[in-house]
């Protein structure tokens, strides 16, 4: 056989002709990075019972591997093992991995079924990105975290169940999936990242307005009204929630709200008015930028962060109260606010650059600030 083992690290295989079945030897601990990269012609890999680690890329692109058994001694699967294994139909995971690493399975368009172990905890970005053949799946009970574009394009999954230990779902985790009519949410999740569920029946067919998991998690406004009252119970908005909505005007938050996330308003071009609770405690990244109509905010006195870019490109916004509870502005707050003259009550600690591009901003509290620090 054509392997080169160093160490109990098997570097390279050498492809032989008319060679479509192959056997590890029992000194190999672990797989090295591309390994078997383009091994076209493997259809069958039996792996050694004491493996513990298969490397990045390690059999990316072997468009004829139908089968692997995967021993328990496994404990990584790094960065791509898999990726483009486009024969590769199921894979039983086994219970000694926490972690599916990204791009794993990426491209594996024959999938159609895969067991995953009890003791995952966190599935990678893109790690089972178009698995266009994958029906169902069946998610742990340990796991935490969905990472980005985890299943994004799995256009057979037609229904799944979120595990109840579930808090993060990434950002286009189930983008594109047609097919993904029945979505089960725990109660504990936390955070819905933007287009988590964008292009998925589920999200298409909801029948209400606003998507609310859990009764207290607003992860997206479908309609299409000027004025709107967000419902009570609600604590968090999720990232990106009315995104583009250009055509709202006003809207009233809940006494519940304590966050509001990344992208959650940006680019409503009509937005005037809108009522902060005092509940509310973070507002996220760009959460309000380009929201070109808004003229005024008064912040709530609980609020202690305003993340980056949060009010950029806020062209009409020509003052804002700061409230003494805040204990940070990120980076381009309010970059392209070009409009605003003046800011009361500017809290002490706060990021030089949260006003950059404000030519003309009055800075003389800040100033004071500065001199008072010195």
């Known amino acids: 056989m054509g392997f080169i083992i160093n160490n109990g690290i098997l570097e390279k295989y050498k492809q032989e002709k008319g060679v479509s079945e192959i056997t590890i ?9 591309s390994a078997f990269k383009g091994c076209t012609a493997l259809e069958t890999i039996t792996l050694s019972d004491s493996l513990t680690e298969i490397g990045e890329r390690a059999f ?8 692997i058994t995967l021993p328990d001694s496994l404990t990584k699967i790094r960065e791509k093992a898999f990726y483009n294994c486009t024969t590769l139909e199921s894979i039983t995971l086994t219970d000694s991995l926490t972690v599916i690493y990204s791009e794993v399975f990426k491209g594996c368009t024959a999938l159609e ?7 995952l905890t ?10 266009t053949a994958l029906e169902s799946i069946t998610l742990p009970d340990s796991l935490t975290k969905i990472g980005v574009c985890a299943f994004e394009g799995c256009t057979a999954l037609a229904s799944i169940t979120l ?4 808090t993060e ?14 979505i089960t949410l725990p109660a504990n999740l936390t955070k819905i990242k933007e287009y988590a569920f964008e292009e998925t029946e589920w999200l298409e067919n909801f029948p209400d ?3 609310i998991v859990g009764n207290h998690l607003l992860i997206k406004y479908k309609g299409k009204q000027k004025d709107i009252i967000v419902p009570e119970k609600v604590t968090r908005i999720s990232d990106g929630a009315f995104s583009g909505c250009t055509a709202l005007a006003s809207i009233t938050l809940p006494d519940s709200l304590t966050e509001i996330g990344e992208h959650a308003f940006k680019g409503c071009k009509s937005l005037k008015s809108i009522t902060l609770p005092d509940s509310l405690t973070e507002i996220g990244e760009f959460a309000f930028s380009d929201c070109t109509s808004l003229a005024s905010i008064t912040l709530p006195d609980n609020l202690t962060e305003i993340g980056i870019g949060a009010f950029s490109g806020c062209t009409a916004l020509a003052s804002i109260t700061l409230p003494d509870s805040l204990m ?9 606010c070009t409009a605003l003259k003046n800011v009361i009550l500017m809290p002490f600690s706060i990021n030089i650059r949260a006003f950059f591009e404000n030519d003309d901003f009055e800075y003389n509290e800040f100033k004071r600030m500065l001199d008072t620090k010195e």
């Open 25 to 33: 030897p029992d000194n190999v601990t672990e797989i090295g990075s």
């Open 60 to 67: 990316k692109g072997c468009k004829s591997l139908k089968s």
């Open 113 to 119: 079924s895969i067991t995953l172990p009890d003791s």
């Open 122 to 131: 966190k599935i990678g970005v893109c790690a089972f990105e178009g698995c």
């Open 163 to 166: 595990p109840d230990n579930l």
């Open 169 to 182: 779902i990434s950002y286009k985790a189930f983008y594109g999936c047609k097919s993904l009519k029945s």
């Open 209 to 211: 307005d606003f998507v």
């Open 328 to 336: 940070k502005i990120g980076y381009g707050a309010f970059s392209g």
